[in-house]
């Protein structure tokens, strides 16, 4: 993500997902503020990486993995159920699907219609 790719009028952000997929997702007004003093306070550059460092740096894929590991060691419930970001994906669009049917998760999680994948909305 990109600061380039934050819609703060409308609260959507542009989301580019595997499959070179690129839809709009919307967000919350307070999630939308902090991630752009987030950029601002990091000096991201419009079309730069939106995630870095205080010293500026993009944050990479690896040090994602890496806050995992580093929660788990101060909030041991983190390590036993085995969170992660991909864990957090599937637990939301579950509780979406539960809340507000099957076809909303697959609205919500970019699923098409078409992907064949139908009956599935966490195809493995």
């Not at 969170?83 to 579950?94: D, E």
């Not at 994948?117 to 493995?124: E, Q, R, V």
Request: hydrophobic fraction near 35%; charge should be positive; include cysteine.
């Amino acid at each position: 993500m990109r600061p380039v790719d934050l819609d703060p009028d409308q609260c959507l952000i542009l989301l580019r997902e595997k499959g070179e997929t690129v839809r709009w997702q919307p967000v919350s007004p307070t999630l939308m503020r902090y991630l752009q003093r987030h950029a601002e306070q990091r000096h991201a550059t419009e079309t730069g990486p939106l995630f870095r460092y205080r010293n500026g740096q993009p944050i990479t894929y690896r040090r994602y993995d890496h806050l995992w590991v580093r929660i788990g060691e101060h909030l041991p419930w983190v390590h036993a159920q085995q969170i992660s970001t991909h864990w957090l994906r599937h637990t939301t669009l579950t509780w979406v699907e539960r809340n507000f049917g099957y076809a909303i998760a697959r609205a919500y999680a970019g699923h098409s219609a078409s992907g064949g994948d139908a009956g599935m909305l966490f195809p493995s």
